[in-house]
């Protein structure tokens, strides 16, 4: 009897460890997530790049891109150069459309200066406005912007659901608008990784999307390395909308 207790009770913890921190796609022939959440960070920091993956910057001025994304043409229209050093992106929300970033962009109560249609051969509203950080934290890393004057775009939906790919459409070293995309590697935490995904100072912030072309994170770390290993991260928009008093539940789905 104290034996059968004992293996049910080993079964049991064994389950409640493998649930507790993976993603929607984990199945017994996979490795665990967490297991491969531990295998993404880098352990020599020497080869720590920060942000780029690999030897080589891999991205593309947004409107040449002719990629694998069907909607980044729609969607590009909402990310937005903030303060010429981070990258957010016009998400929709109940509320009302509002910019959302990486918390380590500002603080509450900061005016930030935004300018939409940064990029080469600019196509949308090149609208530049002020805007007012409403709501920012640390964990998870993120930051809400309401901008004096709304942008003639369609705003970006939340997504709780990855992809095989992701995209960055981003603003490196606050330069014009680009895209880098990338394989998904796994969620742990609240965090979403993500390789062979460049970004650069001035990415953070920057929407991570679905093939669908829905936000599923924000870009807020680096950790890449120059042969590849390592992965860039940041927090997922479930674990965003969590932590948000202006963001709710609905605001949120399965896209």
Same mark, same amino acid.
């Given at each position: 009897?104290?034996?059968?207790? $004992? ?9 409640? !460890? ?20 531990a295998?993404?960070?880098?352990? +020599? @920091? ?21 990629? +694998? $994304? ?17 990258? !957010? ?9 509002? *910019? ?10 900061d005016?930030?200066?935004?300018? $939409? ?7 949308? +509203?090149?609208?530049?406005t ?10 998870p ?11 003639? *775009?369609?705003?970006? @939906?939340?997504?709780?659901q990855?992809s ?7 603003h ?11 394989? $998904? /590697? ?13 970004t ?6 920057a929407?991570v ?12 770390? !680096? +950790? ?13 928009? /479930?674990s965003?909308?969590q ?9 949120i789905?399965?896209?």
């Amino acid at each position: 009897m104290l034996v059968r207790l $004992f293996l049910l009770a080993t079964a049991a913890s064994l389950t409640l !460890g493998a649930a507790a921190c993976g993603s929607s796609s984990s199945s017994p022939e996979e490795p665990s997530t967490q297991t491969t959440c531990a295998k993404l960070r880098i352990v +020599d @920091p020497s080869l720590r790049t920060q942000s780029q993956c690999g030897p080589n910057l891999d991205y593309t001025p947004v409107n040449e891109y002719h990629g +694998d $994304f069907p909607a980044v043409q729609e969607r590009e229209d909402a990310v937005v150069l903030i303060n010429g050093d981070c990258t !957010g992106t016009l998400i929709a929300a109940q509320a009302g459309p509002i *910019v959302l970033t990486a918390g380590h962009c500002g603080h509450v109560g900061d005016s930030v200066m935004m300018a $939409f249609n940064v990029e080469a051969n600019p196509d949308g +509203d090149p609208l530049v406005t002020e805007g007012t950080i409403v709501e920012q934290a640390d964990t998870p890393d993120y930051a809400l912007i309401q901008p004096n004057k709304l942008p003639a *775009v369609t705003p970006t @939906p939340l997504t709780t659901q990855e992809s095989e790919r992701l995209a960055v459409i981003q603003h490196p070293r606050g330069g014009p608008k680009v895209i880098a995309e990338g394989n $998904f /590697a796994g969620i742990c935490d609240g965090l979403i990784y993500y390789k062979d995904l460049d970004t650069l100072v001035g990415s953070s912030g920057a929407g991570v999307l679905t093939r669908n072309g829905y936000l599923v994170g924000i870009h807020t770390d !680096g +950790d890449c390395a120059a042969d590849g290993t390592g992965s860039n991260y940041g927090w997922t928009a /479930a674990s965003i909308v969590q932590a948000s008093a202006y963001l709710q539940d609905a605001d949120i789905a399965a896209r």
